[in-house]
């Protein structure tokens, strides 16, 4: 653990309330047209940087809209290779 101090660069506290976060999401579904698999994908972001608000995890919020069917993913057909 890694103690931050007073004037340290620190991650701003997150706030994404669902309340705001839908109304974005029911906007972007009205003026947008949507994803095949997704429906409609919200990313957050850290505002300080525009990254992930974490390192180690992306955030989402994710509508689908009712009587959405998301497209199926094609099978690989090929082994992953490194």
Do not use: C
């Not at 705001?20 to 940087?49: C, I, Q, Y």
């Not at 180690?56 to 094609?74: C, D």
């Amino acid at each position: 653990m890694r103690w931050i101090t007073a004037g340290a660069s620190a991650t701003p506290i997150f706030s994404y309330p669902y309340a705001r976060s839908r109304e974005t999401l029911d906007w972007m579904h009205r003026n947008s047209p949507l994803d095949a698999w997704h429906g409609v994908k919200m990313r957050f972001v850290n505002p300080s940087t525009g990254g992930s608000p974490l390192p180690t995890i992306a955030t989402f919020i994710q509508l689908l809209p009712a009587g959405f069917r998301a497209r199926r993913i094609a099978p690989r057909t090929q082994p992953y290779s490194a």
